[in-house]
């Protein structure tokens, strides 16, 4: 199926949960993560509208983002190590997985300009995701006004895979109230005002508990 079609399909389900938790359309981006399909496929999903790509890998990014074309704004969606920013840090539009300071401290080091981020928060305790513990994120984002590289935008998690609802919007319920508790800090270098949060098989429940940016790959552009 074309991506422009997958893409009526989706949206569809984006309106429908936005009217259920009284929310405005314009106020949900979708990120079509394009990690596992061709660079036609990702040129695709731009041809058909979408701005917002998606990568978790340095070379898979920095291969598609020389070859596609449009106005396209790049998030970097994978963990990221420290010895890889060199790489992506001055080409990518926003950062979806900030959580170490070792990080933070290689940004402030490579960044030319000031780079959106989202923190990375591991609120479902799975030892196998990256992430920091809900308990330490406001001390972390505290912390990041030490590095001016950095805007702390919003924070980022993912739900356990289970088909258990009630535990998925629990998840994003906890993340939510993280980031009304830090914007209410009002700190200058983190706003915190967005959410990235809510996949394939979640994104309806993530848009009802505030998510304002959905990371959607199968669904959308396909394995």
Known sequence: MK????????????QAAAERAGRNTADINIVAVTKYVSNDRTQEAVDAGLVHLGENRPEGFKEKSETISGDVNWHYIGSLQSRKVKNVINEVDFLHS???????????????KQVPCFIQVNVS??????GLSPENTSQFVEE?????????????????LTEDKEVIRSCFKQLAELRKEIAAK????APCTELSMGMS???TIAIEEGATYIRIGSSLVGE
Do not use: C, W
């Not at 590095?147 to 356990?160: E, H, N, R, S």
């Open 3 to 14: 991506v422009s079609e997958k893409l009526k399909v989706i949206n569809k389900d984006i």
């Open 186 to 189: 009002n700190l200058q270098h």
């Open 125 to 130: 305790g799975e030892e196998q995701k990256h």
């Open 201 to 203: 098989n979640d994104f």
């Open 144 to 160: 990041l006004a030490n590095y001016d590289k950095i805007k702390v935008i919003g924070l980022m998690t993912m739900a356990p």
């Open 98 to 112: 900030l959580d170490r300071i070792s990080l933070a401290k290689e940004i402030q080091k490579r960044a030319e």
